[in-house]
């Protein structure tokens, strides 16, 4: 019953979106001023409305022309720093006929238009955490996210939160979220903690999944307090130490290495959030016009939902789906920002030839706000490409 009736929603939404895109590209390509009219939003800038989507296709210096290997990206996370944005994602590397997901690296393209990425390669791989098992069929690198703070000199630093399997106790399966911290965007990022952050024991009481904490999100608020939130089935978070690489009140001793050893998570407080229908995974917090918005995906096959609030700590308010499950593809993982004055959101379809669960593609489509602060649906766009025929 829920299969057919996601089905039809699907139906209904690609129609739209077909139409749509029609509408846009058309106006797009018809327009000589700045102004672009779509059915749904008229728009004053010269920022993108329409995006060659999937917007990474192929593994090259331009990753939108067509020399090379073909990629399959996923699960973006996006850090806009001055007129760029560094677009992170993890790499699918599965077989055409392969199942479950094989993930080792995390790839970084920037962009300081929209439509034009740079290809800069691999900046962590899931063996860069000594504590991380992965194996050669798998690699377990799952999602992430990466944030820039500057230290108390006034340095630039990038924290780069991963999600990779192992560091448990007693070698136990599960998977953990790990940081790297380098002095550039492009890496090399190094663990300053030598062990997880998140591991299973942490959020055992709530629920007995080996991926339960995955997907890390942070968020730095207003004040400077930083939150981590994550999960799957359940959203977690947690208030981050002011270094961003320990959870506020843990406690630990070093050996000597400089590794952290006998962490004592008693006085830690995280936080289980109860309240937001369906979450499944993949939770991202941003702020806009004052609002606090938390995306995420919801259900399975994954829709995109959110919430928002007037704090980083909630009471998180459902305000619904924006975007429906995609075609191909169970998972989706949103990622909301802004840029140059405009919102975007970042997702993944499965849109490349021999695309599918474990060979997914990361797009992007502008978000447009109500005057009331909630979220219009997505309208997912492309553009007519001689590439697709090929
Ligand atoms: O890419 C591996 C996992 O699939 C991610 O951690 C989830 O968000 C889902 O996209």
Known sequence: ????????????????????????????????????????????????????????????????????????????????????????????????????????????????????????????????????????????????????????????????????????????????????????????????????????????????????????????????????YWGNQQLWWVELEPDLVHLKDERYTLDANGNMQNRDMSEVNIHAVETLPNFEEAPYVSKHNGLYYLVYAAGFPESIAYATSTSATGPWDYQGVIMPPIENTTTIHPAMFDFKGNTYLAYHSAQLPGGGNYRRSVCIDRVYFNEDGTIKDIVRTSMPSTKESK
């Open 1 to 228: 019953m829920l299969i057919l009736k996601n089905k039809s929603v699907f139906r209904k939404h690609t129609e739209r979106v077909l139409l749509l895109t029609g509408c846009v590209f058309l106006a797009a390509c018809s327009s000589k001023t700045d102004t672009v009219t779509t059915a749904e939003a008229t728009v004053a800038s010269s920022a993108p409305v329409v995006f060659d989507n999937p917007i990474i296709r192929y593994d090259t210096a331009d990753p939108t022309n067509e020399k090379g290997e073909i990629i399959y990206t996923a699960d973006p996370a996006a850090m806009v720093l001055g007129d760029t944005v560094y677009l992170y994602t993890t790499h699918d590397e599965q077989f055409i006929d392969g199942e479950g997901y094989r993930m080792y690296d995390y790839r970084l393209w920037t962009s300081s238009d929209m439509q034009n990425w740079e290809n800069k390669g691999t900046v962590l791989s899931y063996s860069d955490f000594d504590w991380a098992r992965g194996d050669a069929k798998t690699g377990n690198a799952y999602a992430h996210h990466v944030i820039h703070r500057k230290d108390e000199s006034g340095k630039s630093k990038y924290y780069f939160y991963a999600t990779v399997e192992g560091g448990q106790a007693n070698d136990e399966f599960g998977f953990a979220i790990g940081v790297g911290v380098s002095d550039s965007p492009e890496g090399p990022f190094t663990d300053p903690r030598g062990m997880p952050m998140i591991l299973l024991e942490d959020t055992a009481e709530y629920k007995d999944h080996t991926w339960r904490n995955i997907d890390p999100a942070v968020f730095v608020d207003d004040d400077g307090k930083a939150y981590l």
